[in-house]
Nanobody
Framework: QVQLLESGGGLVQAGGSLRLSCAASERTFSRYAMGWFRQAPGKEREFVAAISWSGGTTYFADSVKGRFTISRDNAKNTVYLQMNSLKPEDTAVYYC???????????????WGQGTQVTVSA
């Protein structure tokens, strides 16, 4: 059972940056693909970004391409989401997710963190 704990959320002005972190409890962290989803008020959860177990392959939603990057440090069991040029529409609860492959991570991951709030003011 993988346990995920997000941190780094907060309030930022439009155009600003935030970096989210997700620490995983699993000692075999390096075997998991990781990712991020988000849920805005009144909307369904949506995929944001994913990264393969090696870090060599990444995927992004069209809405964040060119603004967000995802990376991981397998020695620290941690995945990061660097968010730049933030917009008010990026306001949401951001969830760290994990599963065995990026295909599953992008569509229906089994492991979810509790979420961290990101608020972007206009």
């Amino acid at each position: 059972q993988v346990q995920l704990l997000e941190s780094g959320g907060g309030l930022v002005q439009a155009g600003g940056s935030l970096r989210l972190s997700c620490a995983a409890s699993e000692r075999t962290f390096s075997r998991y693909a990781m990712g991020w989803f988000r849920q805005a008020p009144g909307k369904e959860r949506e995929f944001v970004a994913a990264i393969s177990w090696s870090g060599g392959t990444t995927y992004f939603a069209d809405s964040v391409k060119g603004r967000f990057t995802i990376s991981r440090d397998n020695a620290k069991n941690t995945v990061y989401l660097q968010m730049n040029s933030l917009k008010p529409e990026d306001t949401a609860v951001y969830y760290c997710v994990a599963d065995t492959t990026t295909a599953v991570v992008t569509t229906g991951p089994n492991y979810w963190g509790q979420g961290t709030q990101v608020t972007v003011s206009a």
